[in-house]
Nanobody, 125 residues
């Protein structure tokens, strides 16, 4: 099981931007599909975005399409989630998770085995 670390969360006004990062202190994540998830208080966890090991396949929840972009740098092993035009409904704890899955269909239903501790994103004026 990998130890993943997310960073980049914070407080931002509606319409603002944040970039989240996900990395492992032990391994280069270049061989893994990485999923980004979020969970707001009182709500179920939601799959936000996914990127496969090569970066050639990505997927997005309808609620973030056109606003969020997932990318990766397999040289340093980091995965990024660029979040633009943030809305109050984007407020949640954001997690990254690693696994060997395709970023297609119901990718978020796969049993990702390694998770980070989460980073808080708050969108508020």
């Amino acid at each position: 099981q990998l130890h993943l670390v997310e960073s980049g969360g914070g407080l931002v006004q509606p319409g603002g931007s944040l970039r989240l990062s996900c990395a492992s202190s032990e391994f280069n994540l270049g061989y893994y599909t990485i999923g980004w998830f979020r969970q707001a208080p009182g709500q179920e966890r939601e799959g936000v975005s996914c990127i496969n090991y090569s970066g050639e396949s990505t997927n997005y929840a309808d609620s973030v399409k056109g606003r969020f972009t997932v990318s990766r740098n397999n040289t340093n092993g980091a995965i990024y989630l660029q979040m633009n035009n943030l809305k109050p409904d984007d407020t949640a704890v954001y997690y990254c998770a690693a696994g060997y899955y395709y970023c297609t269909g119901n990718w978020a239903d796969n049993p990702f085995g390694s998770w980070g501790q989460g980073t808080q994103v708050t969108v508020s004026s």
